[in-house]
């Protein structure tokens, strides 16, 4: 009896030994990999600064993007509040953004990975100069319906406002709001310039690649409607004319049902006072002071 005891409180010690040395080895192999790792990371410390950093690289039409901070549960209530802020719209890329983390003595590294759709690899090529050629086929597509819009309706000799309203003008005259059809399948830039058919996303994924394209500085911006025309989530512009940032709208520009030849214009290059009374959006964007003065 005294044998059998003797060894099982060697084997007891054993297990424990292993145990240890194996979460010894693990830790060492984690820190070891995030020693290895040579990205840059940003360190952040609140919300405000997780949505500068997905919204940088979005617009520099970049898939990877590397954040730090002390911890996963800190990184994940960043991320929760700008997701209940419907500040994570899906404009240029596909809907999930893939996370991975390491994690280490109070460090914890992020990275998020957007892939983009064809409208965004598009970019990279036309915009951002990061590819040597289109990434895909449907980028290729997008890429030269976009171009071929531009050309046709922009001049160098154009002010900003000009290639606004142009741009404005033909979204409207030449796509049509594809109701009760799939958000999944209707909601980009390849659906508009294939199809003629989109739905929030589409018009302002497009309006911005447009507008960018002519070198007027643009981005979408998501949030909520909130009265008239259907609650829920919604997607619309912000595009800066003469250094000041204004909204415009031009899904809620284009009548529904479609009615051709006909455009509005109540939500062009509008101020924050204005599109408050029907839109709700995080407060991280751009601050919009007042309506356009022509």
Not at 89 to 117: P, W, Y
Not at 202 to 223: D, K, M, P, R, W
Not at 268 to 291: E, V
Request: negative net charge.
């Amino acid at each position: 009896m005294v044998t059998g005891k003797r060894t099982h409180k060697t084997f007891s010690v054993l297990l424990s030994f292993i145990f240890a040395f194996s979460f010894i080895l693990s830790g060492c192999a984690n820190l070891m990999q995030m020693r290895k790792d040579n990205h840059d990371y940003t360190i952040i410390t609140d919300s405000k600064a997780l949505f500068d950093m997905i919204y940088d690289s979005l617009y520099r039409f970049e898939e990877d993007i590397y954040v730090q901070t002390g911890s996963y549960d800190e990184f994940m209530t960043y991320w929760n509040d700008l997701d209940n802020r419907y500040a994570l719209h899906s404009a240029f890329r596909e809907r999930d953004i893939s996370i991975t983390r390491q994690e280490k003595d109070g460090v914890c590294r992020v990275t998020m990975h957007m892939k983009l759709n064809a409208c965004g690899q598009a970019m990279q090529y036309l915009y951002a100069n990061s590819v040597k050629d289109y990434p895909s086929e449907e980028a290729r597509e997008v890429g030269e319906a976009l171009m071929a819009i531009k050309d046709e309706i922009i001049t160098y000799d154009m002010t900003e406002e000009e290639k606004v309203h142009k741009i404005h003008d033909y979204l409207i005259l030449h796509c049509a709001y594809a109701l009760d059809m799939s958000a999944t399948e209707y909601n980009d830039t390849r659906s508009l310039v294939k199809e003629g058919l989109s739905q929030c996303q589409g018009y302002a994924e497009a309006f911005t690649a447009l507008c960018l394209l002519s070198g007027v500085q643009c981005h979408v911006i998501s949030g909520n409607s909130t009265f008239g025309f259907g609650e829920g989530a919604h997607a619309w512009c912000q595009v800066q004319v003469g250094y000041i940032w204004y909204h415009i709208d031009v899904t809620w520009d284009d009548p529904i049902p479609d009615q051709n030849g006909v455009i509005r214009y109540d939500f062009y290059l509008k101020g924050d006072a204005m599109m408050k009374r029907t839109h709700d959006w995080c407060p991280y964007y751009q601050s919009c002071f007042a309506d356009y003065a022509a």
